[in-house]
């Protein structure tokens, strides 16, 4: 895979006429029309989306694990600078973190150090596969604070509330963006911090298809769907920005 030049595998979104559902195929998702209504709209599928939209971006269609290799290609080191987004999320020992779409484990291990033996990292994914390939990872490395999650399409799953939650070029694939943000509002700590990892839709230079990028601003749109407050955007990375909301406090709980 290679979100640059395509192999991912090409889903068929099915649209029923009838309107009581849409089924993007391949992932077996059904989302009831009422749902789809309220936050998403249905239009014209691209090659790399799905033909489901929120907040007007089209979602596009997950990396499936045939496209592993590329998480684990040595030039990445200076194309995404992982040192520099691990400086930049300033974890604490103990920590709880939750690398949601964690593929190969590229940043699980990396976060896995930096919160020691006292913290954990669930590593999140869709794709059982991955899972697999993630544990591979951190045996081959000694790491053994690193948790594989199966989670959902609209939901994680994670077991345990977290102090932070990442998405390292992710979040453009959810295709229940809406549900999944709520779940993972749900399990963050008082405070607690979400981080978007996400290759700068506002810069032509990058050279990543158009729907595997998110701009700024449109990551700040749809997160005035949830209870997030922007914290910061940092663009020391040569190609993404890493962008940093945290919990609002709930008011019913003051
Ligand atoms: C481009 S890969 C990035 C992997 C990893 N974050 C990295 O940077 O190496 C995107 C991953 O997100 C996963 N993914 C997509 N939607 C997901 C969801 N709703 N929940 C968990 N994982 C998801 C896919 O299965 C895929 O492995």
């Known amino acids: 895979m290679n979100c640059g030049n395509s192999v991912f595998t090409v889903f068929s979104a099915v649209l029923f006429a009838a309107g009581i559902s849409v089924s993007i195929a391949a992932d077996s998702i059904t989302t009831s029309k009422a749902a789809v209504e309220s936050h998403y709209k249905l239009g014209p599928r691209t090659a790399d989306g799905i033909g489901k939209f929120f907040f007007g971006r089209e979602i596009a269609h997950f990396m499936t694990h045939h496209g592993a290799p590329w998480l684990e290609r040595p030039e990445r080191e200076q194309e995404e600078r992982p040192d520099l987004v691990i400086k930049a999320l300033a974890l604490k020992e103990g920590d709880r973190v939750a690398d949601i779409g964690c593929g190969t484990g590229y940043f699980s291990w990396r976060m896995a150090q930096a ?98 990028k998110m701009t700024e601003a449109q990551v700040r749109k749809e997160m005035t769907s949830q209870p997030l407050e922007h914290v910061a955007t940092i663009k020391t990375l040569p190609r993404q920005h890493i962008i940093i909301f945290k919990k609002k406090p709930d008011p019913a709980r003051n």
């Open 115 to 212: 919160v020691g033996n006292k913290g954990t990292v669930y590593g999140v994914e869709i794709q059982k596969e991955m899972l697999a390939l993630l544990a591979q990872q951190m045996q081959k490395r000694g790491i053994t604070n690193v948790k594989g999650v199966l989670g959902g399409t609209a939901d994680p799953k994670l077991p345990v509330l977290v102090d932070l939650v990442i998405m390292v070029d992710v979040y453009h694939e959810f295709d229940q963006p809406f549900e999944m943000m709520q779940a993972v509002c749900k399990q963050l700590k008082p405070g607690g911090r979400v981080v978007f990892v996400e290759y700068r839709g506002e810069d032509p230079e990058v050279p990543i298809k158009l729907l595997h």
